[in-house]
């Protein structure tokens, strides 16, 4: 089991910036860790994503403003978002997959919401 537990959310107005962390409850260094972030009305989306040995990958809307970081040494995944735009207002969610052999298990956060003002 893992606990996620969001960090960092806020009101802020256009153009500013946010850090969200995803504190987790034990060693993450395996696992696969993302942001996802869900609009009222909208479906949660992939926002960007940091595997355990792989390449760091971004939705288009945020390439360039946003960055994905982790520190496994502190259990904490984080997320570096400058620029902000209005339409980047949602609520941000932290997901784990662990993959045991073929067995794979989602984990998420509870959320931290992000209001970005125009």
């Known amino acids: 089991q893992v606990r996620l537990v969001e960090s960092g959310g806020g009101l802020v107005q256009a153009g500013g910036s946010l850090r969200l962390s995803c504190a987790a409850s034990?060693?993450?260094?395996?696992?696969?860790m993302a942001w996802y972030r869900q609009a009222p009305g909208k479906q949660r989306e992939l926002v960007a994503g940091i595997p355990w040995g792989g390449a760091t990958n971004y939705a288009d809307s945020v390439k360039g403003r946003f960055t994905i970081s982790r520190d496994n040494a502190k259990n904490t995944v984080y997320l570096q978002m400058n620029s902000l735009k209005p339409e980047d207002t949602a609520v941000y969610y932290c997901?784990?997959?662990?993959?045991?052999?073929?067995?794979?298990?989602?984990?998420w956060g509870q959320g931290t919401q992000v209001t970005v003002s125009s």
């Open positions: 034990g060693s993450i260094f395996s696992d696969n």
């Open positions: 997901n784990a997959v662990r993959q045991i052999g073929v067995h794979a298990t989602d984990y």
